[in-house]
């Protein structure tokens, strides 16, 4: 079988518990068993509002978080996608595969657009095409995400399939791989998914000192504690305690819940206790790595020219079945 994995993720920010919950967690892991490709994804993140002068700064934080969460370059191939130009160009052969009328059907094209109407690129459109591309040079088996990119990775398969149909067999479906985390929701406002765009005292950002994470999560919505049916603010908050406690402490918050004798105070001072020992590491790494970026520039060089061997030989495959080699 296929041995390989791929994921990206965008420099836009700070990496928070939601991006570690539902994918980096899981690279750390698969990193163990598979050969795996990790893009940080700077060509999509030109699709929304940014500063030039602040990119180069996200892209090196970025790959710093992830080396500083445990992502090993000696087991992983970790780089940047605009330095490996076959993303884009694949990107243009799937773009002429692509039914407009497909990405019109995008809930995160959508929802992007309805929050940056002053910037509703085509890049923004095409975006899910690139992905497509970031993937299927690859030809990884499994792509390793949050739930909120299934429909993309579906249509990397419908671009896979349309490939295949027209000019043979060339690439295999790939399969999301999910945690069992794979929608870790915003602390004020359950009803949406964790993220930067809803605003800082939405997250819990993996850099977020102890003192910091207590007054977040002190103010996270729960509920009244008197019903039985749980609330979504207080559900992610259990979520939160199965993932960075140990079962006793779950369990213990659990029969308080059911009795209704659950104190909500100590159930958050406990979480955040948990959340900030379980990054203490992380956060002395990320310093580390922030004090010697040459170090950091030479992983992204070997990243490089280890992605760009394998992108070059699809991108060959590709060419020759289209037609275009001379
Ligand atoms: P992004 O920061 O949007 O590039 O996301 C990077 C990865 O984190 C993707 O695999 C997302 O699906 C995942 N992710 C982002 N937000 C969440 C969340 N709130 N819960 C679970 N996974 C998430
Ligand atoms: N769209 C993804 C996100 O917002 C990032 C991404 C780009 C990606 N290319 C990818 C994820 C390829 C998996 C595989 O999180």
Sequence with gaps: MNQRVLSGIQPTGKLHIGNYLGAVANWIKLQDQYETYFAVVDMH????????????????????????????????TIFIQSQVPQHAELAWYFATLTPVSFLERMTQYKDKAARQKENINAGLFTYPVLQAADILLYKPFGVPVGEDQLQHLELANDIARKFNARFG???????????????????????????????????INMNDEAAVIEKKISKAV??????????AGTKNLFTLLENFGEPEEFNFFKEAFASGNIKYSDLKKNLAKLIAHHFADYRRRRKELEKNPEQVMRILAEGKEKAQAVAARTLT??????????
């Design 45 to 76: 993140s030109l699709t929304a509002d940014y500063k030039p002068a602040e990119k180069r700064e996200q892209i090196m934080a970025t790959v710093i978080e992830l080396l500083a969460s445990g992502i090993d370059p000696k087991k992983s």
């Design 222 to 231: 729960t509920d009244t504690g008197s019903t039985k049916q749980m609330s």
């Design 169 to 203: 067999s060339t690439f295999e479906q790939i399969k999301p791989l999910l945690t069992k985390t794979p929608r870790v929701m915003s602390l004020l406002e359950p009803s949406k998914k964790m993220s930067k765009s809803l605003g800082e005292g939405h997250v």
């Design 317 to 326: 495959e590709v060419k020759t079945k289209m037609g275009l080699v001379l």
